[in-house]
């Protein structure tokens, strides 16, 4: 079975910047797609953003608004996810995610991490 670790949450004043680490388990496990979602208080896991075998990259404009970015290492098997220009709005658990469809539904992703907490402080 193979597990998703997520690292490099915190706390952190608004205006500031988080870099989210993800790790899997197995180094022969190359799925498809790789991602971030999140899931604040009292509301829906959000997709945040999503790295793809192929080399693109998929993004939530309307909450991220250029302000992360994702990136993947294939041989490490690692995805990253750096936020910038943080804002309390962005305070939630954030989830890896990886699965071999890939988009903005929480469904078409099959392995989850167990999530890593980020507090922005106004």
């Known amino acids: 079975q193979v597990r998703l670790v997520e690292s490099g949450g915190g706390l952190v004043q608004a205006g500031g910047s988080l870099k989210l680490s993800c790790a899997a388990s197995?180094?022969?496990?190359?799925?498809?797609?790789m991602g971030w979602f999140r899931q604040a208080p009292g509301k829906e896991r959000e997709f945040v953003a999503a790295?793809?075998?192929?080399?693109?990259?998929?993004y939530n404009t309307d909450s991220v608004k250029g302000r992360f970015t994702i990136s993947r290492d294939k041989a490490k098997n690692t995805v990253n996810l750096q936020m910038n220009s943080l804002n309390p709005e962005d305070t939630a658990v954030y989830y890896c995610a990886a699965g071999a469809y890939g988009g903005t539904r929480s469904e078409r992703y099959d392995y989850w991490g167990q999530g890593t907490q980020v507090t922005v402080s106004s």
């Open positions: 790295s793809l075998w192929s080399g693109g990259s998929t």
């Open positions: 197995s180094r022969t496990f190359s799925p498809y797609a």
